[in-house]
C-alpha cells in the first residue's frame, strides 16, 4: 500500500460517510401507512372533497358510460356525429377489435370461435337489433359474460364510432324492400370474407427465360 497518511485519509472518509446517513435515511411515511399523529391514524391526508384528479373530469356521463341513470340511452352523444368518417372509423375499429370474435358481418362467426372460442349471439336478431345504442358501448366498457372489455384497448370516442358502425352493420343485414322502394340497389352487395392470413395473395410472373437465352442472336427480344 502508499504512505500510511493516505490511508488513514480514506479511513477518515469512511467514517465521515457514515455520519452523513441520515440524510438518506429521513423519517417518513409510505403511502397507506398507520401515524398516530392525526385523529384517523392515516398517516396521508384524504383529497379536499370533490378534488378531480387532473385529465378525470368526466362531466359527461353520458359519453363516457352510455347511460342515463342506470339504463343505456339510445342516441349517439354530440361529440360524435354520425357521418362517414365516424362510420370509417369504426369500421375500421370493428374489424380490428371485434370482427376477430364477431366476424365482420357480425353473425359471430370470427376466426377466434372457429377455432374454439364460445360463439357471441350474432348482431341480426332481434333482441340486439333493438337494444339501444348505450347497450353496446356498455358492453365494450365493461365486458359482457365470457366476453373481456376493450375500455383499456379502445377510447371512448373509438367505442362509439364502433357502435354507430354496428348498427349500420345490423340496418345493411335486416335491410327489406320496403327501405329500398323505388330504388335501383347500385351492386351487388358485397360479399364479406375473413381476412387470410394476410399475406398478399401470389401474383403469376410470366416465366422467366432460361438463362443465357436473351444473350445471343434474340438479343432484341429484351425490348418489350
Ligand atoms: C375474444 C372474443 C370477443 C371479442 C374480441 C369481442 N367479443 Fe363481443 N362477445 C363475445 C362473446 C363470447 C359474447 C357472448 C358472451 C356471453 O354471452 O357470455 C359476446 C357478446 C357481445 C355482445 C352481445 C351482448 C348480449 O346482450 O348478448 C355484444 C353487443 C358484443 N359482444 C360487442 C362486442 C364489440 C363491440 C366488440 C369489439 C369492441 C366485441 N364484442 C369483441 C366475444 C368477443
Excluded at 105 to 111: C, K, L, S, T
Excluded at 123 to 134: E, F, I, M, S, T
Excluded at 157 to 178: E, F
Excluded at 212 to 219: C, I, K, M, N, V
Aim: one cysteine or more.
Amino acid at each position: 500500500m502508499g504512505h500510511p497518511l493516505a490511508c488513514l485519509g480514506i479511513l477518515g472518509t469512511l467514517v465521515l460517510a457514515g455520519c452523513r446517513q441520515d440524510m438518506h435515511d429521513q423519517p417518513r411515511f409510505k403511502p397507506l401507512a398507520e401515524s398516530d399523529f392525526y385523529a384517523d391514524l392515516r398517516a396521508s391526508r384524504t383529497p379536499v372533497e370533490g378534488t378531480v384528479a387532473r385529465g378525470q373530469l368526466h362531466e359527461d356521463a353520458y359519453f363516457y358510460t352510455g347511460k342515463i341513470g342506470a339504463n343505456p340511452g339510445n342516441y349517439m352523444p354530440a361529440e360524435v356525429p354520425v357521418n362517414a368518417d365516424t362510420l370509417a372509423r369504426g369500421r375500421e375499429r370493428f374489424n380490428i377489435y371485434c370482427a376477430p370474435c364477431h366476424s365482420r358481418v357480425g353473425d359471430g362467426n370470427g376466426m377466434i370461435v372457429q377455432r374454439g372460442y364460445r360463439h357471441p349471439p350474432t348482431y341480426h336478431q332481434d333482441r340486439l337489433r333493438q337494444a339501444p345504442l348505450g347497450y353496446f358501448f356498455d358492453v365494450m366498457t365493461n365486458g359482457f359474460g365470457a366476453m373481456p372489455d376493450y375500455a383499456s384497448q379502445i377510447p371512448p370516442r373509438d367505442r362509439w364510432c364502433i357502435v354507430a358502425y354496428i348498427r349500420a352493420l345490423q340496418l345493411s343485414q335486416a335491410a327489406g324492400a320496403a327501405e329500398i322502394a323505388g330504388q335501383q340497389v347500385p351492386s351487388a352487395a358485397p360479399a364479406f370474407e375473413e381476412p387470410g392470413s394476410g399475406a398478399t395473395p401470389a401474383v403469376e410472373l410470366p416465366a422467366s427465360p432460361e438463362p443465357g437465352a436473351e444473350t445471343g442472336s434474340h438479343g432484341e427480344e429484351k425490348q418489350r
